[in-house]
């Protein structure tokens, strides 16, 4: 690609022209390649096309639905927005396999938002901290007229803190703020929040003639809230008796219930497998996150963190047999809302948000912990019994299928003969050359 200046000012028909001279391609046929992908509605498409910079298309994907999750007593129908069929598909038998076993349970632990105010100071500490509660006084009253909508909502700021960091780095501080922004995300009220408290906190140094010309100087590094939000917490667990288990695909209750603990234990004990653990347990959570409008990257980063707070990186979820009791559950924090942003724009996000009966923001955390939990659930289930790949690779046959441009009728022939085959990419193939070739 040749380096282009003021592409951004381009209209979305120049930006594809350019792309197609970059690849040397027909412009016509490049245009109407991404314009089948637009929006029939041209003021839909605008909305799309302000979501993000130099948007020249919409990109697909699957928006699926998970039936029959009882949560707390009540049922729901999931929405799902991921390209692998089989995320979907082991959600479902999980949500079915627990629908008769008293469902899943879900419990909001604490709901604190983190935001940080980074700043250099060459004073001294003690004398700040011995008068810090009027900065902070002084913050609040400076953030009134910002706060006011969320403070009537029922949140607002919790606390203010002044953190001494220099054991990091010389000079170095921390305001640390933790809010409660109610059925919103909050990033931006958040991130308002610290940038006036940083004004404040200059100001107010510098009017106060306790503190020395040098130690009037405050340099703000920066002010940004956290996506890792420990203090937003929800749990969310499935149990029953061991018996009412049943046989588990050719497994008695008690051998898979022994089995299943020890995947979790070596979960938790090995860094290599709970990688691949905990990224199972966001195929289901992701896709909830993403079709709710929300931020998936923010939700997983978080996890992630939470999944190595004792210094070395664990499974999300856990499990237990006690006194003949199977339980299996997930806590983590998931920082999510159900006001603002693409939740109010994106037509399919206000749709999934009415699929779940327009829950609060502490309703939607259960509802994503739960498929998060369903989904681990469906895959340990699997890697305990018949294998990973005996069901994965069924639902993935079809994908393999259209790769290789089957017919209707091959695509019949193919899911009959796997039936009761091993499915491969090269078994596949090899299938399709022998009813392809001429008796």
Not at 57 to 82: C, Q, W
């Amino acid at each position: 690609m040749e380096l282009i200046s003021g592409f951004s000012k381009l209209s979305k028909e120049e930006k594809i022209t350019w792309i197609a001279s970059q690849l040397g391609e027909s412009s016509d046929e490049l245009l109407n390649e991404f314009a089948s992908f637009w929006h029939s509605d041209p003021h839909k498409q605008k909305v799309f096309d302000e979501f993000s910079e130099n948007t020249l298309t919409n990109y697909y994907m699957p928006f699926g639905v998970v039936p029959n999750v009882v949560l707390n007593g009540k049922t729901y129908a999931v929405p799902m927005t991921i390209e692998e069929s089989s995320v979907v598909a082991a959600a479902s038998k999980a949500a079915k396999f627990w629908q008769s076993r008293g469902g899943f349970h879900s419990e909001i632990i604490s709901t604190k938002k983190i935001g940080q105010v980074h700043f250099l100071w060459k004073g001294d500490y003690n004398k700040m901290y011995c008068v810090f509660d009027e900065a902070k006084e002084q913050m609040l009253k400076d953030t009134a007229s910002i706060t006011k909508n969320m403070r009537e909502r029922g949140g607002g700021i919790l606390d203010i803190e002044l953190l001494d960091m220099r054991h990091l780095d010389d000079n170095y501080y921390q305001i640390k703020a933790t809010f409660d922004t109610c059925d919103s995300m909050g990033a931006n009220f958040i991130n308002s929040c610290l940038e006036q408290f940083a004004k404040t906190l200059q100001n107010w140094v510098a009017s106060k003639d306790m503190f020395t010309d040098e130690e009037r100087d405050v340099t703000i590094v920066m002010c940004i809230l956290s996506n890792y939000t420990p203090e937003c917490l929800v749990k969310t667990w499935v149990e029953c008796p061991i018996e009412e288990l049943g046989t588990v695909d050719g497994l008695d209750a008690k051998t898979f219930a022994f089995k299943f603990f020890k995947a979790i234990e070596i979960a938790k004990n090995d860094v290599y497998r709970a990688t691949t653990h905990n990224k199972g347990i966001f195929n289901g959570i992701d896709a909830v996150v993403l079709a709710t409008g929300n931020d998936f990257r923010a939700v997983e980063a978080c996890g992630h963190t939470y999944a190595a707070r004792s210094g070395q990186y664990r499974s999300l979820s856990d499990c237990s047999i006690e006194n003949g009791i199977f339980k299996f559950w997930l806590e983590m924090p998931i920082a999510v809302g159900t006001v603002g942003g693409l939740t109010s724009l994106h037509p399919l996000a206000k749709r999934s948000l009415e699929m779940l009966d327009n829950p609060s923001a502490t309703q939607l955390m259960q509802i994503i912990s739960t498929i998060g939990l369903a989904q681990n659930f469906g895959a340990i289930k699997s890697l305990t019994t018949t294998g990973i790949q005996k069901g994965h690779m069924k639902m993935h046959l079809l994908n393999i299928l259209r790769n290789f441009e089957a017919t209707e009728k091959e695509v019949k022939q193919a899911v009959e003969h796997f039936k009761t085959n091993t499915v491969s990419f090269n078994a596949v193939r090899e299938f399709l050359e022998t009813v392809r070739t001429p008796a």
